[in-house]
């Protein structure tokens, strides 16, 4: 079975600007979570999809947003990217919540210049 | 407060040792998971253990094991005869809220070790 995978790896984009993340989960998994990763804050809980709704949101501001396909395939947005959004943002696939184990991506390295 | 507390922020141990990693948790729910994840340099976490709350058996899988103790709320992860291949970062998880519904999956700051040859 193909694992998670995120595209693109790598990004550099300025202030201002807009992202959009994209995140393939292992096939059959219906669960999709998100995560921001920093040296400072650690693994941080951004949201988790699971059949194309939002069940649960981190403590983020507006400015990030996702969704979720009918393919189970997700996507996170952020708008008007600041300097602190740089990060790694981690997508982790699960079977069906989050009782269950999570398969991880290898990760978005996104630099806000 | 902390939900998930390692306490450990880098180890390093000599190749062979036995190094205990440890997690303290905190949560008022009767059912919920904990988990052992580690983080290997190139950055992609990677799934070792689940262990519900009403299995406190001690489980082993090779050089590593984990102790589950409910009275300490701890679920401490070794690894013995450690390889250099085992430096990673270790991230301890709880997911809590599954009785109401209100999912909540908090990861500790993670334990960097670092195996010495």
């Known amino acids: 079975k193909a694992g998670v995978t995120q595209t693109p790896r790598y990004l550099i984009k300025t202030r201002g600007q807009q992202v959009t993340l994209s995140c393939s989960p292992i096939s059959g998994h219906r669960s999709v979570s998100w995560y921001q990763q920093t040296p400072g804050q650690g693994l941080q809980f951004l949201f988790e999809?699971?059949?194309?709704?939002?069940?649960n949101k981190g403590n983020f501001p507006g400015r990030f947003s996702g969704r979720q396909f009918s393919n189970s395939r997700s996507e996170m947005n952020v708008s008007t990217l600041e300097l602190g959004d740089s990060a790694l943002y981690l997508c982790?696939?699960?079977?069906?919540?989050?009782?269950?184990?999570?398969?991880f991506g290898p990760g978005t390295r996104l630099t806000v210049t | 407060a902390q939900k998930v507390t390692q306490a450990q922020t880098e180890i390093s141990v000599v190749e062979k040792e036995d190094v205990t990693l440890d997690c303290v948790y905190e949560?008022?729910?009767?059912?919920?998971?904990l988990f052992w994840y580690k983080q290997p340099p190139s950055g992609e976490l990677v799934f070792l253990i689940r262990r519900n709350s009403f299995d406190e058996q001690n489980e082993i899988s090779g050089r590593y094991s984990w102790n589950f103790q409910k009275s300490t709320s701890s679920f401490n992860f070794t690894i013995t005869a450690s390889q250099v291949v085992d430096s990673a970062v270790y991230f301890c998880a709880l997911s809590e809220g599954l009785d109401s519904g209100t999912y909540k999956y908090i990861f500790g700051t993670g334990t960097r070790l670092k195996v010495l040859a």
């Open positions: 982790a696939s699960s079977l069906r919540d989050r009782a269950y184990e999570q398969y």
């Open positions: 949560t008022r729910d009767t059912t919920y998971y």
């Open positions: 999809y699971f059949s194309e709704t939002q069940r």
